[in-house]
Structures are given as structure tokens and as C-alpha cells.
């Protein structure tokens, strides 16, 4: 993976490359959802038009541009996750009615487009009461991935290790959870919804003050052959996922 290259495909193709900072997005209904109640500020590599959205176990950054999540973040704890064991799938998903009508992915978008699921980016498993799994299947949870990635080394490889961690760790962790594209998308739908290039999920356990980042292209082929450090996600998203101190 050439991550020298990526921000500078990504600053050509898809946004100005002087924009600044965008301003920190307003969680303070579900900060618990991240390290000492700090979100994450998307950047110049972001698509705009955001928006900060709270669930009662997890929390998305929006983009109305993208119709889909900047990171979806979440506080995986043991006790999180013994409740959420056996916890029965609706498999209902529905239109982000928070949203604006123009920066809503929809139901339609996702119909016919053949080889691509519904991904979730905080997924179902993790969701430890019937009204957090039903939010789970907001479409601004979700993004357009690969079938056979969705059900198969994302779900093996990259979720259910993050789980195993959490039930063992001292005092859980914080997951970060998102698309990654390197260059001008391709869409799917009415409402063009971006398809990623890659996906990411940044695990940082708090107690051993330490992360490390799955990085996953969206093909029916990929495989995890390895972790990432936080250093090299930062270099590729172009964001600081984390607050200085935390590692």
C-alpha cells in the first residue's frame, strides 16, 4: 500500500487542496463514544457537508457528500458485550430521517447494485440492547461494501478480533470505523452513495495506552496480512484520530 501517495490522489481529485480544518464536530449528547469525549475533526481529505449524529451506543460523523460515514466510533467494554451476545438481528434498515432529504443515502440507492451489502461500520454484534441494534441499521451506519468482504474477512478478521480484544481488555476500548478513498469514487444509486476504496478500524485500548489499525481494500480478495500502526493511519486518512497524549 503506497501511503506516501494516497493524500495527495486524494487532495487532486476529490477536494481543494488548501481547505483547513474543519471544526470540531459537536458529540456532547454521546461522548462516552470517544477517549475522554474527544471526536475526531474530519479534514481537507474528508468529503464536507457533515454531520454529527448520536445513537445510544455509538456515534457517526456524516458526510451529506459521500452519503455515507466518516468514521462511525464506538466504546466496546465487556460488559457491552455480554449483553449484546445473542442479542437478535432485525436486519431493518432505514433513512436517516436526521438528515437533510439531499444528504440522505436511501433504501433505493442500494437496490440492484449487484456484489456490494449494506456494510455496517459499528456492526449489529456489537450492539448490546434491542433499541442500539435497531439503530444499527440507520443507512448513516452504512456503507456500500463488497459482499464477500462484508460477510467473510471483514466480519472474521477485523470485527470479531476487535471483539475478542474488548471482552479481555481491562477497560475496553475505543473503535473507530470508516471508508478510505484514493482516488475520485465511483457511486452507486440515485443519490450516487461513494463506494470506498478501502476501509479502516482504529482500536485503542486505554488502559495499555496503545492502538493499531486493520486497513482493508474493498474486494472480494482481500485479505488482513497484517495490523497498521496509528502513525501509518494517520498518513493515510489525513486525521488525527486520537487526542495528543492518548498513546
Given at each position: 500500500m503506497r501511503l506516501t501517495s494516497t493524500l495527495a490522489a486524494l487532495a487532486f481529485a476529490l477536494l481543494p487542496a488548501t481547505a483547513a480544518l474543519a471544526a470540531p464536530p459537536d458529540f456532547s449528547g454521546c461522548a462516552q463514544s470517544f477517549f475522554e469525549g474527544r471526536a475526531p475533526a474530519a479534514t481537507e481529505y474528508q468529503p464536507g457537508q457533515l454531520y454529527s449524529l448520536c445513537f445510544d451506543s455509538f456515534a457517526v460523523l456524516y458526510s451529506g457528500q459521500s452519503k455515507s460515514p466518516v468514521y462511525s466510533a464506538q466504546y466496546l467494554t465487556r460488559e457491552r458485550l455480554l449483553a449484546a451476545h445473542g442479542m437478535k438481528?432485525?436486519?431493518?434498515?432505514?433513512?436517516?430521517?436526521?438528515?437533510?432529504?439531499?444528504?440522505?443515502?436511501?433504501?433505493?440507492?442500494?437496490?440492484?447494485?449487484?456484489?456490494?451489502?449494506?456494510?455496517?461500520?459499528?456492526?449489529?454484534?456489537?450492539m448490546p440492547t434491542p433499541e442500539a441494534m435497531a439503530q444499527s441499521f440507520s443507512l448513516s451506519n452504512i456503507t456500500a461494501q463488497r459482499s464477500v468482504l462484508n460477510r467473510g474477512v471483514w466480519a472474521k478478521n477485523v470485527e470479531k478480533p476487535t471483539r475478542q480484544y474488548a471482552m479481555r481488555s481491562r477497560d475496553g476500548v475505543y473503535v473507530l470505523t470508516g471508508p478510505i478513498y484514493t482516488k475520485a469514487p465511483e457511486t452507486i444509486g440515485p443519490d450516487k452513495v461513494w463506494i470506498p476504496h478501502e476501509f479502516f478500524r482504529l482500536v485503542y485500548d486505554p488502559a495499555a495506552k496503545k492502538a493499531w489499525a486493520y486497513i482493508v481494500p474493498n474486494t472480494d480478495d482481500a485479505q488482513v496480512t497484517r495490523v497498521y500502526s496509528y502513525d501509518d493511519l494517520v498518513r493515510l486518512t489525513g486525521m488525527q484520530l486520537l487526542p495528543p497524549g492518548a498513546l
Open positions: 438481528r432485525t436486519d431493518h434498515f432505514y433513512e436517516e430521517a436526521r438528515l437533510p432529504q439531499a444528504a440522505r443515502a436511501t433504501l433505493e440507492d442500494f437496490r440492484g447494485a449487484q456484489g456490494y451489502d449494506r456494510g455496517h461500520m459499528s456492526e449489529a454484534a456489537s
